[in-house]
């Protein structure tokens, strides 16, 4: 099998991306240490908070499966979370990590 040049530049960029990974324990795939630290427990399964994108589950809806007092607050209206028009997005208020 010949490979063009085209393969070998992908072969060697793939090869540099899963040494980076392993070398680095996977912080290269991490946009940085968690800032919340009751989340500090779910660090290690990102899947935990974001869903595959394939999956029909958005993040807030992995959000709001743990916390239930924000889906109880956004079903009635008022301040805090009930006065959040859309809990589509917690991550436009809420940043889940720490960027350095």
């Known amino acids: 099998m010949r490979f063009s040049g085209n393969m070998a530049v992908a072969f060697l960029t793939l090869a540099a991306v899963v040494t980076l990974a392993v070398t680095t324990h996977r912080t290269i795939l991490s946009p940085g ?9 779910s660090e290690l399964r990102c899947s935990s908070c974001h869903p ?12 709001l499966g743990c916390h239930s007092d924000v889906r109880a607050a956004l079903a009635t209206a008022g301040q805090g979370h009930g006065g959040v028009a859309s809990a589509t997005r917690c991550q436009t208020c809420h940043r889940g990590h720490r960027h350095v």
């Open 33 to 41: 240490p968690l800032s919340v630290t009751a989340h500090v427990q």
């Open 52 to 63: 595959a994108p394939w999956d029909q589950q958005t993040m807030a809806d992995r959000c």
